[in-house]
């Protein structure tokens, strides 16, 4: 017996647990898929305010952006067996976001029609701009300042929807031309071309601020 | 053509400048609670049947359904008419049940009324059941209806115009059998066929428009032919292009 050897055996490593905040999308789902609520949590704190924004930018109604924003991610909740790591996840949510904005404007127009025909008389259509709490004292510039969001917002909520989607992830979220085109399914030189026209588009009814 | 490019570029730039001025708005603090929420409410709830395709099977059953009834139809011309087939088939013998047939009542013995008064309470005792041209049209009036199921078994009202008799003299005109053969013909010195319904008795023994028929169970045809008794078809003589053909009923 030799008494001056330790034997070592090693029977497994222990993992160090990666905090939430620094694994990847696909890390995440991965954990929600096995249960871990919390990886799912995070997910939701990635994405809830820029998928919010986005849906704001898009319809210019805060109320419905929020509503549409926790319907993506319930969407995305129950259809995590289906989803495919082959491409991004940020894709792969602002996708449904926008299919789901898209729907919505589609069902407003249905229902301004009807309120054409009387049958919803009353029913106020127009969209209030959302202003976010803030708490300082308002200055004039940023009174100016305030006029000019409303407007640009106007502006961008009466473009076509297939130029609106393309402008908002590109100028408001700041996606890649390549991410865009994934999101919409579309060519890369669509894609570009969209943005342009719909910045073409823009810049006319915005003149005045040049 | 730089210059439009390069001022179009610097246009962009600006919109996306200004753009890039809004303000990004937040998600509200309940954001997460509320999903949850959702998640949980659409978890518990229990698939619910959707019954559109329920809907749209029981609508395909009945289509299926209406069109079969139609094709039997129109595939069974010759079906028996339920009231007349009852009426008739005691009456029938045997022998004769699978020929295209048109019976004529069997003369009742004289002076002896209960029997007709028991047969006439069976069958329909209105004129329905004769053609137009037994109530005074032409033959073509009298086929202008030919499109219904026509009984394999006829039997004519015993109180006809002009049967004064009304013990049974029947007579069955030249105009009824061939309407009960799928015939549509005018008498030119002949019957000549105007047209033959294709499923029924002439059309599948192969009688066209065009034949002059001259004959049929081997006896000539004038316009006022009638048949004694029960008809029973077994032949029929046509002209066709001067040529004499003899074609068998084919029931």
């Known amino acids: 017996m030799d008494v001056g050897s330790i034997e070592i055996t090693v029977t497994g490593v222990q993992q160090p647990r990666v905090p939430d905040e620094r694994r990847t999308d696909h890390a995440l789902i991965e954990a929600t898929r096995s249960g871990d609520e919390t990886a799912f949590a995070e997910v939701m704190s990635r994405y809830r305010s820029p998928i919010t924004n986005y849906l704001y930018r898009f319809l210019n109604d805060y109320e419905e952006a929020v509503d549409l924003a926790q319907e993506t991610f319930v969407r995305v909740y129950f259809a995590l067996d289906r989803y495919h790591t082959g491409f991004a996840f940020s894709t792969y949510i602002y996708r449904i976001a926008t299919n789901l904005a898209i729907s919505e404007l589609r069902r407003r127009k249905r229902r301004r029609l009807l309120s054409l025909t009387g049958l919803f008389q009353g029913e106020d259509e127009e969209a209030t701009e959302f202003q976010p709490p803030d708490h300082r004292q308002l200055q004039d510039a940023e009174l100016v300042n305030d006029e000019q969001s409303k407007v640009i917002a106007r502006a961008i909520a009466s473009l076509p929807e297939k130029y609106r989607v393309a402008v908002v992830l590109r100028d408001v979220e700041g996606r890649s031309y390549e991410e865009i085109a994934e999101i919409m399914q579309l060519g890369l030189g669509t894609t570009k071309s969209r943005i342009s026209r719909g910045r073409g588009l823009l810049k006319d009814k915005l003149e005045s601020y040049f | ?251």
């Open chain 2, 1 to 251: 053509m730089d210059r439009i490019e390069e001022k179009i570029n610097h246009d962009e730039r600006r919109i996306a400048k200004l753009i890039g001025t809004l303000r990004h708005v937040e998600a509200p603090g309940d954001f997460d609670t509320r999903v949850r929420a959702r998640i949980a409410s659409r978890r518990d709830k229990k698939p619910s049947i959707s019954w559109r395709p329920v809907l749209a099977g029981v609508v395909a059953v009945a289509v299926l359904a209406f069109v079969g009834y139609l094709g039997m139809r129109s595939f069974a011309p010759n079906a028996p008419e339920p009231n007349v087939s009852q009426t008739t088939a005691t009456e029938q013998p045997s022998s004769v049940q699978n020929q295209h047939s048109i019976v004529a009542p069997a003369p009742a013995p004289s002076g002896s009324q209960a029997p007709q008064t028991l047969a006439s309470d069976k069958r329909p005792t209105t004129n329905k059941l004769l053609p137009p041209a037994q109530q005074g049209g032409s033959i073509d009036e009298a086929s202008k209806d030919a499109h219904r199921p026509f009984a394999k078994e006829y039997v004519p009202s015993q109180h006809r115009p002009g049967d004064n008799s009304g013990l049974g003299t029947a007579e069955i005109p030249v105009t009824m059998v061939l309407e009960a053969i799928g015939v549509r013909a005018t008498w030119n010195g002949g019957w000549q066929v105007n047209s033959v319904e294709p499923k029924n008795v002439a059309g599948r023994s192969g009688v066209r428009p065009g034949d002059i028929i001259d004959a049929i169970n081997g006896q000539p045809l004038s316009e006022t032919t009638s048949f004694k008794g029960s008809f029973s078809g077994k032949s029929i003589r046509v002209r066709r292009d001067g040529v004499v053909l003899d074609l068998a009923f084919k029931p």
